[in-house]
């Protein structure tokens, strides 16, 4: 199981961080087609106000430490703080698309987050885009929907990602460890 460090943005600023993920996001969605949905610009302004709240708190450039008791509290009360993540198009990020993979609902934005986005932004992680499903999630051995087409598996392209959430599972095996992603499968 992949596990977060505590606190990645202490090692470089949670913009930087972003903007990285960002890159390699871009560098692989041509050839993936894993993306249905980005929030870039937002989620650059989110991290550059994390890093605002880190530098008032002591951590003022990468690799600064906020003092023990800040740290703890940091635990307690934003454990996700700068963190970037992905979601699936089945489940809810206010403002992205929010089709399911289905054509009719193709330009339908999502009204709110969905409880697991709430609680994730609440832990101050960032949401960068949305993946790719297959249709309402259904199709389990495969990543295809009328949509946006086929998430090919990052291995071999002439296979499918599989499963409902093809776009999740491609970017888990592309991420290098620099977010995570929420999968409902």
């Given amino acids: 199981m992949n596990t977060i460090p505590p606190f990645p943005h202490l090692q470089v600023s949670s913009e930087e961080l972003v903007s990285a993920c960002i890159g390699r ?20 302004e989110e991290a550059r106000r994390t890093d605002r709240i880190l530098a008032s708190l002591g ?17 307690r009360e934003a454990p996700l703080l700068g963190v970037p993540f992905s979601a699936p198009d089945g489940v809810r990020v206010k403002g992205m698309r929010h089709s399911a993979g289905a054509v009719a609902l193709r330009h339908r934005l999502a009204p709110s987050d969905a409880d697991a986005v709430r609680r994730l932004r609440e ?8 993946s790719n499903v297959s249709e309402f999630g259904v199709w389990w051995g495969d990543c295809h929907n009328c949509a ?8 071999n392209t002439d296979r499918s990602a599989g499963g409902a959430c093809g776009g999740e599972a ?3 095996v592309k991420k290098e460890k620099k977010y995570f992603t929420l999968c409902s499968c």
């Fill in 170 to 172: 491609c970017l888990q």
């Fill in 148 to 155: 946006y087409g086929t998430t090919p598996n990052p291995h």
């Fill in 25 to 44: 996001l871009e560098s692989l969605t041509p050839s993936l087609n894993f993306l249905v949905d980005r929030r870039y610009d937002a989620a650059l």
């Fill in 59 to 75: 951590a003022c450039e990468p690799g600064g430490v906020p003092p023990e008791n800040v740290r703890e509290e940091m635990r």
């Fill in 123 to 130: 832990a101050g992680a960032i949401p960068l885009c949305v």
